[in-house]
């Protein structure tokens, strides 16, 4: 069975920085694209990368390149995202999505939330 | 960008009756359309892809219908659990995915 298991939320300060993960399991890692989609408080849903760990190969919302990196450690089945120096405005739940083979998310994550916050 | 638009916003239904959401895209999108379901505080979950493929293990009250740039997710007759959110998806623009800005389907 597929699953999709997030790191823990997250209480940051502005100007930090902060890397959350996601592991995956019941499948081969390397052979499917693991992206990312972020949802604000009481909104909706916005992609912002993705990526392909069997080569790296990645890309990226143009609303989101620069503002973050995604990268993974296929050795461990593990991709990542992270933010060289947090805004408040990134105070949102970020949930890690597998990509059914070019398309549509078939697997999401439980979710991390990040809260940005003096 | 292909821009995605649900309607309505909030859909108030009582339980035993069908639901009709609606997802139009900015250009033509064949039936390269994903909805999801995203109940309160969860992850969303795939419903519907392809337009109307069922997702495995969604009950066949749930159809999904349209090409083009007209899409449609029936619930024929809602259940208490159906409360949620549900969002379209286009993703013939990959990996530039759009999403809807969501439906809430209320119980009456």
Redesign the interface.
Known sequence: EVHLVQSGAELKKPGESLKISCRGSGYSFSHY?I?WVRQKPGK????MA?MYPGDSET?Y?PSFEGQVTISADKSISVAYLQWSSLKASDTAIY?CVR??S??????????TLVAVST | EIVMTQSPVTLSVSPGERATLSCRASQNISNILAWYQQRPDQAPRLLIFGASTRATGIPARFSGSGSGTEFTLTISSLQSEDLAVYYCQQYTDWPFFTFGGGTKVEIK
Not at chain 1, 102 to 111: I, V
């Open positions: 694209w992206g909706g849903l916005e992609w993705i890309r919302s949930y990509d059914s070019g398309s549509f998310f078939d697997y999401w994550g439980q979710g």
